[in-house]
């Protein structure tokens, strides 16, 4: 008996002293990711987490078999010591297959003068093409509304056509809103991560649920927007895309806002933005020209603050433009208004919370066709 208390004292004392040394048997790991952000014919940004402080870096092989180490600094400083990473990679070559994998050195103690290293993480091989601006055609998908029901999209996901895509656009309330980071990751993140994202980018952008909660203001961190923006364009093959913020739906004194809204002017920056945009050499040359946003921009009665505002404003600037598609969401519910029926002469096709859009651009037009969870088609649309 006395053998046995002395193991199970001496057991207990060799616990306290390794927690007093900071050792803990968790293995230093990625717990999310890597995603592809913001790819564009010369540079894409990965993002993943790890669930020790860590100095991020990512490997680079080129098709010739050349390697590259990339980290990214700031202000002199390499970036590092946190546990959520971003390294942005320049310099690729358009129309041009790369193979990467993340790579994290965990930092175990960060002082003045001294800095001690742990174990060096080396990722999964992941591989990414960027697009070219010779292309001809674009593939691509839109998922909205998802509301933290990642079950459904990776049903969807299963049965889809991921080889066939480019990229993927989340068009808005992928959350209820942003309350913990938790919700990003067990949302959409960690789905979009298993089937595709760190192979294929997603372009996210913001719904009226997505601007709610204390994280809210933190969203950007998690993803990589051009230029900063919820709101800019990008060209991608024929297509001049448009990406927009509609920002909250009700006007900015609801008393549900706490007095911390300022949408409308806002979304009046955007409008001038807009107009610079529409005017570019890149959106007049475009072959096409596709905008997404999460609202739908038609002219009907009874629209909340957002719709009315875009309605009045962003509306008849589209007509003159020329747009040739307006991809939306919001709504819950499946329609398409054809471009006599939209109010301003473009055609409008709002996805529902329970449907995907599968959509190309290529030399014949653009076709979209609406996919239910299952993958089987609902709707298809033949557009220009
Ligand atoms: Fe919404």
Redesign the pocket.
């Known amino acids: 008996m006395i053998k046995l208390f002395s193991t199970i004292l001496l057991s207990f004392c060799c616990t306290l002293e390794l927690i007093s040394q900071g050792i803990d048997n968790e293995n230093f790991v990625i717990t999310h990711g890597p995603w592809l952000q913001n790819l564009s014919s010369t540079g894409v940004t990965i993002i993943w987490t790890t669930n020790r402080p860590a100095v991020p870096g990512i490997h680079l092989t080129e098709p010739e078999g050349i390697n590259r180490f990339i980290r990214n600094s700031h202000d002199g400083i390499i970036d590092g010591g946190g546990m959520l990473h971003k390294v942005r990679v320049e310099g690729l070559k358009p129309g041009t297959a790369y193979s990467y994998s993340a790579n994290s050195v965990q930092i175990l103690k960060y002082q003045a003068y001294r800095i001690y290293y742990g174990d060096t993480l080396a990722g999964k091989v992941e591989s990414f093409t960027t697009p070219s601006p010779e292309a001809e055609k674009v593939s691509f998908t839109v998922i909205n509304?998802v509301h933290e029901l990642s079950g459904k999209m990776a049903s969807y996901l299963r049965n889809g056509n991921i080889p066939g895509q480019d990229f993927y656009f989340f068009n808005?309330?992928m959350i209820n809103f942003l309350q913990h980071t938790d919700q990003l990751f067990q949302g959409f993140v960690d789905t979009a991560v298993f089937y595709f994202a760190a192979k294929k980018p997603f372009f996210y952008i913001r719904?009226?649920?997505e601007t709610r909660g204390y994280v809210a203001r933190d969203l950007k961190r998690y993803f990589n927007f051009k230029d900063d923006r919820f709101y800019y364009s990008f060209d991608w093959g024929p297509v001049h895309f448009i990406v927009l913020d509609a920002g909250e739906?009700k006007s900015d004194n609801n008393r549900y806002y706490y007095g911390l809204a300022d949408y409308d002017a806002y979304r009046l920056e955007e409008l001038e933005w807009l107009k610079k945009d529409v005017g570019s050499d890149a959106f007049r040359k475009a072959k096409y020209r596709i905008v997404i946003v999460?609202?739908p921009v038609i002219k009907a009665e009874n629209q909340n603050r957002a719709m009315t505002f875009m309605s009045e404003s962003f509306g008849p600037l589209f007509r003159s433009a020329d747009i040739d598609l307006l991809i939306s969401?919001?709504t819950h519910r499946n329609a398409f208004y054809d471009k006599d029926k939209s109010g301003f002469g473009y055609p409008v096709l709002v996805n529902s919370n329970n449907s995907f859009v599968e959509v190309v651009a290529g030399f014949d037009g653009i076709s979209a066709v609406v996919k239910d969870i299952e993958g089987k088609d609902l709707f298809s649309y033949k557009i220009k």
């Open positions: 509304d808005g309330d719904g009226n649920h739906d999460h609202m969401a919001h």
